[in-house]
């Protein structure tokens, strides 16, 4: 079974829509959590983290963490074009030093 | 400010070579990570270091060696080159562990033929 793991979309959504991915992970243990965006031939650049369960909102982005359940997930409300790219999930775990990342999931905003 | 620098951006090597690829970070950071990113999947873990001096394997470590004499800089070493290394590779460094940001280098595409 994989640490982190996400749907690999690709999922397309019309501008102005609210965009939804999710992210479940292994180890309940987890403690800190991390959504990354990387455009096509770029580096990933992080766009939030979170490590308390609930909501956490950055403008047009809310993480949502569920540790009982084990997921994470991101929210793009209002999607734009500029928002097409994958969005990778990241997860620190409870007894290692390592950030493990998911195999990311590939969103398409249509105008 | 430079951040995270990846040397060389593109190489092509031939079956058995070996390279190494070159990571320098500039923000004083204690942990390093080095990925590689096999077409439209996500990041594995080869290699990681919390500091100079200490380095632990990632997820597929396997035909890789890396270092960390210094805290600016963690090499990635590959031995015999064979095609399924063909990848790119990023390296990462942030300064903690839990909630900081890990940023990252611009990747090396390289190729094995």
């Known amino acids: 079974q994989k640490e982190v793991e996400q749907n690999s979309g690709p999922l397309s959504v019309p501008e102005g829509a609210i965009a939804s991915l999710n992210c479940t992970y292994s180890?309940?243990?987890?403690?800190?959590f991390f959504w990354y965006r990387q455009y096509s031939g770029k580096s990933p650049e992080l766009i939030m983290f979170?490590?308390?369960?609930g909501d956490k909102e950055d403008g047009r982005f809310t993480a949502q963490l569920n540790k009982a359940s084990q997921y994470v997930s991101l929210l793009i409300r209002d999607s734009q074009p500029s928002d097409s790219a994958t969005y990778l999930c990241?997860?620190?775990?409870?007894?290692?030093?390592?950030?493990?990342f998911g195999g990311g999931t590939r969103v398409l905003v249509k105008p | 400010n430079a951040g995270v620098t990846q040397t060389p951006k593109f190489r092509i090597l031939k079956i058995g070579q070996s390279m190494t690829l070159q990571c320098t970070q500039d923000?004083?950071?204690?942990?390093m990570y080095w990925y590689r990113q096999d077409p439209g999947m996500g990041l594995k873990l080869i290699y990681y270091?919390?500091?100079?001096?200490?380095?632990d394997k990632g997820e597929v470590p396997n035909g890789y060696n890396v270092s960390r004499s210094t805290t600016e800089d963690f090499p990635l070493r590959l031995e015999l080159a064979a095609p399924s290394q063909t990848s790119v590779y990023f390296c990462?460094?942030?300064?903690?562990?839990?909630?900081?940001?890990?940023?990252f280098g611009q990747g090396t595409r390289l190729t094995v033929v």
């Open positions: 990462a460094s942030s300064y903690a562990l839990h909630g900081a940001e890990a940023f």
């Open positions: 180890d309940r243990g987890s403690q800190s």
């Open positions: 979170i490590y308390s369960n």
């Open positions: 990241a997860v620190i775990e409870a007894a290692g030093n390592k950030l493990t």
């Open positions: 923000m004083n950071h204690n942990y």
């Open positions: 270091s919390v500091g100079a001096g200490i380095t």
